[in-house]
Every structure is written in structure tokens, then in C-alpha cells.
């Protein structure tokens, strides 16, 4: 009555955004579902883990279901930014296809774009309309200001300078090998591991649990406390670094920190493309035999297939320690993302990382 609006059951979305702040209207779901199941009802909000997490609240279990939803993708950026025809371009290339030069170059451009852009809605909206670099940046900033101002308000389970100290230092630790004592050497490691734990609850943070890989499923064969970080967008690393936007436009965003920006892109497109209603892990393999010591960015499953994945920032690279993994696990093809073409030799897939999101069907076409 207030809003003069109608609410219509099976035409109307009711939308409740900033649900956190009102736990009540969380465990009222379930009477949407169970007095009006035909009206379509979503409820979102910044850091609602938190508040889940709390002892006095009662989740209405069975009477809500959950979505994992992941920062824009490569490819939804694509779209957002109008090139919806080169998305269906790229869904057609195979191994005897010559990508045009001129398509080519668009496509390595655009992946520049989405290392400094990254794939936070409101950051690439900004860009879409404007083109405007300065304004981009502004709200990245903006995005992860508002992590610490949530943090204040609901962060209960960890003390609030732990999660901020965690958080300040995360994009910077993409890629390695993680060390409490990295984080902060005078911080104790049980107040910042449940800070990490807080963060990955959240979604903020991920981690990639090294496997042995020797067979399926990769989450029993984890070590716990062996891990490395990714973070949510590659867009909030870079704005986290605090770079000049023009030294983003003219640097090999690819080459930074050792390929860093690379293992974090291809780390989250591999989340963005996994199944919405189920949690996305990522495992990764390293062999520390002493003077035979290896590495592989990423295992993934597809079907029932062990895929081992190297992650190269150039064209070029050893790939030695896929090599190692293929012989010793008995495998019969590894994957290498880089800025390499499309290939297969009969062992190596070399996928371009703007085709990341075709990896699923290439294997197929393989097997």
C-alpha cells in the first residue's frame, strides 16, 4: 500500500535486498514458501554469512534454496560490453580454426580491460557507460571500503582488526603458498585463522587445497592446513594495489608479479563456470620429492577425467611439471592456459585464456 505497488503471485519479484539487517524477514521465508509458494521471492545482502553464522539464528532449513553466485565472468563481461557475437564466435572455434588477426587483437584487448576492471557488476556498468578508467577505480575502492564498514557492524565471531588485517593482505598473497605468519608476524595464528575462516565463509576469500590427486574424489585427498588464496574479483586485487590507472593501461597486466594476475583470473573463471546451487572447490597438486620438486596451478574433473592445469602468463613456458604429473599419475592429457593458440598435440591442450570458458567442450572434443 505504501509503495502503491501490486504484488501478484507468478508474475511479481519480490526482492529483498540488505536482508541482513533484518533477521527476522530471513527466517520468514519459509512462510513465503509455505502460504504463498507461487510468488517468487529472492533475498540478497552484503556479507550475509556473517549474520548466518550467529548463534540466535535459526536458518528456515527446506524452505530456501541457495545460489553461489560469482563475480561477472570473461565471458558475461563480453556481453555486458556488447559482444555478444564474439562469445558466440569463440563457442564455434576448434582446433582447425584460424582466430582472425583483427578478432585476435580485440580479444587480448578486451582481456586487458577485465584485468583492471575486473567483473564486480557496478564497476563494469560504470565502465560499460562511461569508458571512464578514473570512475572504475573509484568504485573498486568504494566495494572494498564497505567489506570494512560490514565487518564493523557484523562481525562477531572474529575480532574486527584480524578480518581487516586479513583482508588488506589477501590480494597481495594470490598464488603462494600460505603462511599465517606472512599475514602479519605479530598477530596470533589462531585470531587470523578465524579471520580466514570468516572470509571464506563470506566468499571474500577463497582457498585452493593442495590434492594428491590419485583419484576421485579430489576433496578426500586434501591436506587441510596446505593451501593457497584467491580472492574474490582480480578487479579488487588490482584496485587493492593502489597502481596509477595509466600505468594499468600500458603494463603487461599478465607479466605482474610473476603471472600472479593470471592464476587468479583463470582460478576465478573456473569458479564463475561451476554449478550455481553447489560450492566450487579448487585443488591444486605439488610434489615435494627433494630434487625433483613440482607444481600444478589447478586440478580440476571434468566428467570423470583428472585434468592437471598449468598456468602460464606468456606464450612460452616449461611445462615440465605437467610433464611429471601426466607420467607419475597416469594421465592422458594436461591442460596449459596461456596466451599460447589453440592446440592440442596429442597431450597438451594449450587453451588461450580468453577461451577459458570453452575448456569444458575442447576436452570433449577430445575424448
Request: glycine fraction near 6%; charge should be neutral; charged fraction near 25%.
Amino acid at each position: 500500500m505504501i509503495s502503491k505497488e501490486s504484488i501478484i503471485p507468478g508474475k511479481t519479484l519480490l526482492f529483498l535486498d540488505e536482508i541482513q539487517e533484518c533477521p527476522s524477514a530471513i527466517m520468514a521465508l519459509r512462510y513465503f514458501k509455505e502460504m504463498m509458494p507461487e510468488l517468487h521471492v529472492i533475498a540478497a545482502g552484503s556479507l550475509l554469512e556473517f549474520k548466518l553464522n550467529h548463534d540466535d539464528f535459526r536458518m528456515p532449513v527446506g524452505r530456501v534454496q541457495s545460489l553461489y553466485l560469482k563475480p561477472l565472468s570473461f565471458q558475461e563481461f563480453l556481453i555486458a560490453s556488447g559482444y555478444d557475437s564474439m562469445v558466440e564466435y569463440l563457442a564455434s572455434v576448434d582446433f582447425q580454426s584460424q582466430i582472425n588477426p583483427a578478432v585476435l587483437h580485440k580479444l587480448q584487448e578486451l582481456l586487458h580491460q577485465y584485468f583492471i576492471i575486473g567483473g564486480m557488476p557496478a564497476a563494469v556498468k560504470s565502465f560499460v557507460e562511461n569508458h571512464d578508467w578514473r570512475q572504475c577505480q573509484i568504485i573498486q575502492s568504494s566495494l572494498l571500503s564497505s567489506y570494512y564498514d560490514d565487518f564493523a557492524k557484523y562481525a562477531r565471531t572474529s575480532k574486527h582488526r584480524y578480518l581487516q588485517r586479513m583482508l588488506e593482505q589477501a590480494p597481495g598473497m594470490v598464488g603462494q603458498h600460505f603462511r599465517y605468519a606472512s599475514v602479519d608476524p605479530d598477530m596470533q595464528s589462531r585470531d587470523l585463522k578465524q579471520a580466514l575462516s570468516d572470509l571464506t565463509y563470506a566468499g571474500v576469500i577463497y582457498k585452493v587445497h593442495r590434492t594428491s590427486a590419485s583419484g576421485n574424489p579430489l576433496a578426500a585427498q586434501i591436506k587441510e592446513n596446505k593451501f593457497k588464496l584467491l580472492f574474490l574479483d582480480i578487479g579488487l586485487v588490482k584496485a587493492s594495489q593502489m597502481l596509477d590507472i595509466e600505468l594499468l593501461q600500458q603494463k603487461d597486466l599478465l607479466l605482474v608479479d610473476r603471472g600472479m594476475l593470471a592464476e587468479q583470473f583463470v582460478g576465478q573463471e573456473l569458479l564463475a563456470y561451476g554449478d550455481p546451487y553447489l560450492p566450487k572447490k579448487l585443488y591444486y597438486w605439488e610434489r615435494e620429492k627433494k630434487g625433483s620438486e613440482a607444481e600444478i596451478d589447478y586440478v580440476i574433473n571434468i566428467n570423470d577425467k583428472i585434468l592437471p592445469i598449468e598456468v602460464k602468463a606468456g606464450k612460452t613456458g616449461s611445462l615440465r611439471s605437467l610433464q611429471l604429473f601426466l607420467t607419475e599419475k597416469n594421465q592422458t592429457i594436461g591442460l596449459r592456459f596461456s596466451m599460447h593458440p589453440l592446440s592440442f598435440d596429442g597431450r597438451i591442450l594449450s587453451v588461450p585464456l580468453y577461451m577459458v570458458h570453452e575448456v569444458k567442450r575442447l576436452v570433449n572434443l577430445i575424448l
